[in-house]
């Protein structure tokens, strides 16, 4: 009920895109021209979706991953990095995880990866089973379509470097592909949203974020990680505050406010998030650079009628957060089913992909 | 076991399909060479008598015949990902990827295969590691931008600007915003992919906006990162790595003393337009109100009349006060303009079109910020 209620209201928003973004195209077999497997996500029936800064871009590969598992077994990978290098004929000090996405479908989990440090860097996806095998997804001669999302160029841009948007998150929900950018420029944050299947004619929804901070100053605020709960956006801004904006809310060409729910704090970087049940109550987990994973518990009501921060934080305003201790140096986050999150933890030399138990 | 180890020169312009290294079997008439081309390398096994044989394995076994992997591993890795195959006499295995000088690499070919040319019991294995000729200079710092060394105190960033492609992944550990001879801690927006432009020459350094908004956690427990009155230095590690693995030829130090918040917007009805006589290539020079985002001003452009970009150079002069810009072709007597869009921000974030904070009964524009400001000149 409530996730047709909120398709609904995303239709209703959209209907009318005027936004200033072309997508490519629809469906078309061949090697797409990524430069650089960034963000991912996953769409229905075993699509990946990924984001990539250099093109501005979002690319959706049909992974023919589809058969459903009755039960996503654990997948626990030690020094998964350093396998992923052998694998590419190099060391772990030359390559880098970007991100890592489950495919709810199957349970598999989806690697992306860069071989090698530089502008040449090889931009390569790997996918990893139960078994902890990892096998490499090809991305030659498959059945793809891309959007972009690129600024609108400027005249005589070809003869400088475009202006890019570091994709910090990306998310498919109901119909439509949510894209969070922050660009290496201007100080801006936008969140993109496209219609999915892209099919080469809709323009991209464009809304600036903004926040305002005990209700006096407003910033732009860029966007680090966000998930989408009922009819809600659940953002985390890089200047720290988590803050819901009604999907109602980001109609094109507009700006937005998000209302804050929480604070973060200093020293700390949201990385990702997610959203689970626990018996009767949904919570969101969140892992930061510095504090490791945080628990919120959820409600619609709560985050509804929680008042807008408006007085000095002095740890506890706002909705009430705990940290989960045992979990240190997590550096990616995903569900992988209803009962259990898949962790990449660790900085390099090592790192493992470890499942856990949702707490 | 038989283990040889051949280390090649492996330059960066090598041709591609021509061979680095060649290794023979001990006296046997094995010989196994190496050819390197631009995405993959091929191992090629030759003089081997058994090529009837092998054209006639199924897929798999004949896949099993060569590994490849990076050597040494401390633990049980995974082989080098790569297929083999016959190509007319030789027994190839290519790797899916190009190879690293990072690591060494071991072949391992079943013994099966020599034919009791060489002991029969191992298998035999031979190494090759890669050393890459270094090419053209180290790389350096050029520039950081802004050029000023008087900075407002809510400055939002800067750039750094490499003379050659660098390494992703390494910045915050090499960049230390110091006071004295204490360092500053946590003063910057880390993101993973970090902030590049597509050359990976030019790295955008975000102060944290966290520390700079009032009224935001992370400002309201630790301040801003650098205060009014004091003097502070960005140091750049000479330790950060080239796209070519080569570390900076020195390191790079900023220094810089901090004024009062920036809390105003640049002003475009404060610029002075020079305006360069008809018929010359003059530059049109823009003097600004105050420095602007370095990166911003380079995108600033000129229109004819009828909205044609012209084409020309771009300097940005005097502390990125200065904007100036020389036609290809002669001035015609008639009016430009230099097109300034209203994003483009002070060194405090603030734009044309809004400061960075702002009170929310300003009137929020529902427009998005993708205006301009066009600033007429007509050379006579």
Same mark, same amino acid.
């Given at each position: 009920?409530?996730?047709?209620?909120?398709?609904?209201?995303?239709?209703?928003?959209?209907?009318?895109?005027?936004?200033?973004?072309?997508?490519?195209?629809?469906?078309?077999?061949?090697?797409?021209?990524?430069?650089?497997?960034?963000?991912?996500?996953?769409?229905?029936?075993?699509?990946?979706?990924?984001?990539?800064?250099?093109?501005?871009?979002?690319?959706?590969?049909?992974?023919?991953?589809?058969?459903?598992?009755?039960?996503?077994?654990?997948?626990?990978?030690?020094?998964?990095?350093?396998?992923?290098?052998?694998?590419?004929?190099?060391?772990?000090?030359?390559?880098?995880?970007?991100?890592?996405?489950?495919?709810?479908?199957?349970?598999?989990?989806?690697?992306?990866?860069?071989?090698?440090?530089?502008?040449?860097?090889?931009?390569?996806?790997?996918?990893?089973?139960?078994?902890?095998?990892? =096998?490499? %997804?090809?991305?030659? *001669?498959?059945? /793809?379509?891309?959007? @972009?999302? !690129?600024?609108?160029? #400027?005249?005589?841009? $070809?003869?400088?470097?475009?202006?890019?948007?570091?994709?910090?998150?990306?998310?498919?929900?109901?119909?439509?592909?949510?894209?969070?950018?922050?660009?290496?420029?201007?100080?801006? =944050?936008? %969140?993109?949203?496209? *219609?999915?299947? /892209?099919?080469?004619? @809709?323009? !991209?929804?464009?809304? #600036?974020?903004?926040? $305002?901070?005990?209700?006096?100053?407003?910033?732009?605020?860029?966007?680090?990680?966000?998930?989408?709960?009922?009819?809600?956006?659940?953002?985390?801004?890089?200047?720290?505050?988590?803050?819901?904006?009604?999907?109602?809310?980001?109609?094109?060409?507009?700006?937005?406010?998000?209302?804050?729910?929480?604070?973060?704090?200093?020293?700390?970087?949201?990385?990702?998030?997610?959203?689970?049940?626990?018996?009767?109550?949904?919570?969101?987990?969140?892992?930061?650079?510095?504090?490791?994973?945080?628990?919120?518990?959820?409600?619609?009501?709560?985050?509804?009628?929680?008042?807008?921060?408006?007085?000095?934080?002095?740890?506890?305003?706002?909705?009430?957060?705990?940290?989960?201790?045992?979990?240190?140096?997590?550096?990616?986050?995903?569900?992988?089913?209803?009962?259990?999150?898949?962790?990449?933890?660790?900085?390099?030399?090592?790192?493992?992909?470890?499942?856990?138990?949702?707490? | 076991?038989?283990?040889?180890?051949?280390?090649?020169?492996?330059?960066?312009?090598?041709?591609?399909?021509?061979?680095?290294?060649?290794?023979?079997?001990?006296?046997?008439?094995?010989?196994?060479?190496?050819?390197?081309?631009?995405?993959?390398?091929?191992?090629?096994?030759?003089?081997?008598?058994?090529?009837?044989?092998?054209?006639?394995?199924?897929?798999?076994?004949?896949?099993?015949?060569?590994?490849?992997?990076?050597?040494?591993?401390?633990?049980?890795?995974?082989?080098?990902?790569?297929?083999?195959?016959?190509?007319?006499?030789?027994?190839?295995?290519?790797?899916?990827?190009?190879?690293?000088?990072?690591?060494?690499?071991?072949?391992?070919?079943?013994?099966?295969?020599?034919?009791?040319?060489?002991?029969?019991?191992?298998?035999?294995?031979?190494?090759?590691?890669?050393?890459?000729?270094?090419?053209?200079?180290?790389?350096?710092?050029?520039?950081?931008?802004?050029?000023?060394?008087?900075?407002?105190?809510?400055?939002?960033?800067?750039?750094?600007?490499?003379?050659?492609?660098?390494?992703?992944?390494?910045?915050?550990?090499?960049?230390?915003?110091?006071?004295?001879?204490?360092?500053?801690?946590?003063?910057?927006?880390?993101?993973?992919?970090?902030?590049?432009?597509?050359?990976?020459?030019?790295?955008?350094?975000?102060?944290?906006?966290?520390?700079?908004?009032?009224?935001?956690?992370?400002?309201?427990?630790?301040?801003?990162?650098?205060?009014?009155?004091?003097?502070?230095?960005?140091?750049?590690?000479?330790?950060?790595?080239?796209?070519?693995?080569?570390?900076?030829?020195?390191?790079?130090?900023?220094?810089?003393?901090?004024?009062?918040?920036?809390?105003?917007?640049?002003?475009?009805?404060?610029?002075?337009?020079?305006?360069?006589?008809?018929?010359?290539?003059?530059?049109?020079?823009?003097?600004?109100?105050?420095?602007?985002?370095?990166?911003?001003?380079?995108?600033?452009?000129?229109?004819?009349?009828?909205?044609?970009?012209?084409?020309?150079?771009?300097?940005?002069?005097?502390?990125?006060?200065?904007?100036?810009?020389?036609?290809?072709?002669?001035?015609?007597?008639?009016?430009?303009?230099?097109?300034?869009?209203?994003?483009?921000?002070?060194?405090?974030?603030?734009?044309?079109?809004?400061?960075?904070?702002?009170?929310?009964?300003?009137?929020?524009?529902?427009?998005?910020?993708?205006?301009?400001?066009?600033?007429?000149?007509?050379?006579?």
């Amino acid at each position: 009920m409530l996730r047709r209620k909120l398709a609904l209201a995303l239709s209703l928003c959209f209907a009318a895109p005027s936004g200033l973004l072309l997508a490519n195209g629809p469906w078309s077999e061949g090697t797409p021209d990524i430069q650089f497997a960034g963000a991912l996500a996953f769409a229905p029936e075993g699509v990946l979706l990924i984001g990539d800064t250099v093109r501005a871009a979002i690319y959706a590969i049909e992974t023919g991953d589809k058969q459903s598992s009755a039960d996503n077994k654990s997948i626990n990978i030690e020094g998964v990095n350093q396998k992923l290098a052998a694998l590419m004929g190099s060391d772990a000090a030359e390559i880098a995880i970007n991100d890592m996405a489950v495919n709810p479908l199957t349970g598999s989990l989806y690697i992306s990866v860069s071989r090698g440090l530089g502008p040449d860097a090889i931009p390569v996806v790997f996918k990893a089973d139960a078994k902890g095998t990892l =096998s490499e %997804l090809s991305l030659k *001669n498959v059945r /793809f379509s891309k959007a @972009s999302i !690129a600024n609108a160029p #400027e005249p005589q841009e $070809g003869r400088r470097n475009p202006r890019l948007s570091a994709i910090t998150d990306l998310q498919y929900q109901d119909g439509k592909v949510v894209v969070a950018g922050l660009s290496n420029e201007e100080f801006s =944050s936008k %969140l993109r949203v496209l *219609n999915y299947p /892209f099919d080469g004619k @809709s323009k !991209a929804t464009s809304v #600036e974020i903004y926040h $305002g901070a005990h209700g006096k100053l407003e910033t732009a605020s860029p966007v680090k990680t966000f998930v989408t709960y009922e009819d809600t956006v659940l953002a985390a801004y890089t200047c720290t505050p988590l803050v819901t904006i009604p999907v109602d809310d980001l109609k094109d060409g507009t700006k937005t406010k998000g209302k804050t729910i929480a604070e973060l704090g200093n020293m700390n970087q949201p990385i990702d998030m997610i959203v689970y049940k626990k018996g009767n109550q949904d919570f969101l987990l969140m892992a930061n650079s510095a504090r490791g994973v945080m628990k919120l518990k959820l409600s619609k009501k709560e985050i509804d009628g929680t008042e807008a921060i408006g007085t000095r934080i002095n740890g506890t305003a706002g909705l009430p957060f705990e940290t989960v201790d045992e979990l240190k140096e997590v550096m990616q986050l995903d569900k992988l089913n209803e009962k259990q999150a898949i962790l990449l933890v660790g900085k390099s030399p090592k790192q493992d992909i470890r499942t856990i138990d949702l707490p | 076991m038989l283990c040889l180890s051949i280390s090649f020169t492996f330059a960066e312009d090598t041709a591609g399909g021509s061979s680095v290294a060649r290794q023979q079997l001990g006296d046997s008439p094995v010989h196994v060479e190496l050819r390197c081309g631009a995405g993959s390398a091929m191992f090629a096994v030759q003089g081997l008598s058994c090529m009837d044989k092998l054209a006639k394995l199924p897929e798999s076994e004949l896949q099993s015949l060569v590994q490849v992997h990076v050597h040494p591993a401390l633990t049980e890795l995974p082989s080098v990902l790569g297929s083999v195959s016959i190509l007319e006499d030789e027994l190839v295995f290519i790797t899916r990827f190009p190879l690293s000088e990072r690591v060494q690499y071991r072949i391992d070919i079943d013994p099966t295969v020599l034919g009791g040319a060489v002991d029969s019991l191992s298998k035999s294995r031979l190494l090759f590691s890669a050393v890459k000729k270094p090419r053209g200079e180290a790389p350096g710092v050029v520039c950081i931008y802004p050029t000023m060394d008087v900075l407002p105190e809510n400055i939002l960033k800067f750039y750094i600007h490499f003379s050659a492609p660098m390494n992703r992944g390494e910045a915050y550990s090499r960049i230390h915003l110091m006071q004295g001879k204490t360092e500053i801690q946590s003063p910057f927006l880390e993101l993973d992919e970090e902030l590049w432009d597509a050359e990976q020459k030019r790295f955008t350094l975000l102060i944290h906006p966290g520390r700079i908004k009032r009224g935001v956690k992370p400002r309201e427990d630790s301040g801003l990162p650098m205060t009014q009155g004091n003097r502070y230095s960005l140091h750049i590690d000479a330790d950060w790595t080239s796209a070519n693995n080569r570390c900076l030829s020195s390191s790079a130090t900023k220094t810089f003393s901090i004024a009062v918040a920036d809390e105003r917007q640049p002003v475009a009805a404060n610029w002075i337009v020079t305006t360069p006589k008809a018929n010359t290539k003059q530059a049109v020079q823009l003097k600004l109100d105050e420095p602007l985002d370095h990166a911003m001003l380079e995108r600033v452009t000129v229109v004819s009349k009828e909205g044609k970009p012209i084409l020309g150079d771009t300097s940005i002069l005097e502390h990125e006060t200065l904007w100036t810009f020389t036609p290809l072709e002669p001035w015609l007597s008639e009016g430009y303009s230099i097109v300034v869009s209203t994003r483009i921000e002070d060194l405090a974030g603030n734009s044309l079109a809004r400061a960075f904070e702002t009170m929310p009964d300003e009137p929020i524009d529902s427009k998005p910020n993708d205006s301009e400001v066009a600033v007429a000149f007509n050379p006579q």
